[in-house]
């Protein structure tokens, strides 16, 4: 079987920037028919953004909507509001990202559109729940961090640098949208036994949350206990209240750090990361792998509840040892022990790697107007069916193709153009 698991499903997406693209280009990667409603003259805002080559949409915006087929309308005029309410009534899901209240003074609420069509599943994403006091404000990438719990536990905890600091990785916005595709279909899963949609909602906050469960962990840890084992200035250090930043500690009970390698004195990446692992069998393997295999037996290192104590002097003797190699050739000689460790690769060696690109990790894509430009492809992997990236939208497209297929004459989709209702 190689059919699109989402092959015959039709998701009409009025989002943009990055939480709701996200999860609509998955649905697209997956086969769905995604048709992205964009604002006419302009778009979504990526198109223009972050530009790299003049005259030409943003990579912020192709890299987020492949795949996708693109109706330039003005939802808010009347005429445009019949375009949209004909789309819904034939499609399977309806997903929006717009400032809260906003599709709903435009009559496109969870009532209105179920009433229009049962069978449909409507997602939103919101960068709170309808009963948090935040829930009538605006959220951006940062903002969900910092009231998810990421900031607050991530960067050094003492010294200058002592600021709660936002992740690289986007936690609030593609990690929202990738936990809004899960409830998606598991709607759809849903819709099967029931023959009816249901309203999937999911915040920016939330979706940070779920991935800082582990210092909820901590926090409650702390609480009872009074302590933080884990907390890497343990013994030395005392923790107020709440969870500490971590630095780059692993953050479990084992021991995990980043250290310097050759060439770490020019090169702000020449790092690896390694984990000391608490079991006696691993930690014998791992002492002798960074030459020190008289911790073995010395019960000032060879328990975890000892290592703990002297974390400090565990980190530099590593590191002396790490200094002596690049860090591909640290993860080649430890990784002959089973010591769980890896390269900080920058994106520039990321964007190079042949075994991302062989797994379609790393795709090109053909895009008119610009020539090919590197992506993400689809992250899950299928034994069955290896999903096509194909190009982004031009802005508007697909407005006429998607029109005639809801029934629109040439004629009146004339009209419409002269009118601005579709593609200014």
Known sequence: MTTAPLQGI?????????????????????????????????GDPTRTELLDIPDSDGLYFLQLNCNKRSIELDAKSPEGKEILTKLLKTADIFVENLHPGAADKLGFSWEEVHKLNPKLIYGTIKGFNPQSPYSNVKA???????????????????????????SGAALGDSNTGMHLTIGLLAALMQREK??????????????????????????????????????????????GTTVPRYGNAEGGQVLGWCYKCKGWENDSNAYVYIVLQNEDKAFAEA???????????????????????????????????????DKFQVVEHLSKFGVPCGPVLTMA????????????????????????????????????????????????????????????????????????????
Not at 374 to 383: A, N, R, V, Y
């Open 140 to 166: 951006f990438e940062p903002v969900a961090q910092c009231t998810g719990g990421a900031a607050a536990t991530t960067g050094w905890w003492s010294g200058e640098y002592n600021i709660p600091t936002q």
């Open 349 to 424: 060696e990321i964007e190079k790697d042949e075994s991302l690109k062989k797994c379609g990790t790393l795709v090109e894509v053909d895009q008119p107007g610009r020539g090919k430009f590197l992506t993400i492809g689809c992250p899950p992997k299928f034994s069955n069916f290896t999903p096509e990236i194909k190009k982004a939208p031009a802005l508007g497209e697909h407005t006429n193709e998607i029109l005639k297929e809801i029934g629109y004459t040439d004629e009146e989709i004339n009209q419409l153009h002269n009118k601005h209702v579709v593609c200014k």
């Open 287 to 325: 002492c002798k792998g960074i030459g020190k295999t008289e911790w073995i037996n010395d019960s000032k290192y060879n328990t975890p509840k000892a290592r703990d104590l002297v974390k400090d002097e565990i980190y530099k003797e590593i590191e002396n040892f790490t200094m002596t190699m």
């Open 194 to 239: 029931t023959g009816e949609g249901c309203y999937v909602y999911q915040s920016m906050q939330e979706a940070v949350l779920n991935l800082c469960r582990i210092k909820l962990r901590d926090q409650l840890i702390l609480e009872h206990t009074g302590t933080l084992k884990n907390f890497p200035g343990y013994p030395k250090e005392k923790v």
């Open 10 to 42: 039709k998701v009409i997406d009025w989002t943009q920037v990055q939480s709701g693209p996200s999860c609509t280009q998955l649905l697209a990667w997956l086969g769905a028919d995604v048709i992205k409603i964009e604002r006419p003259g302009t």
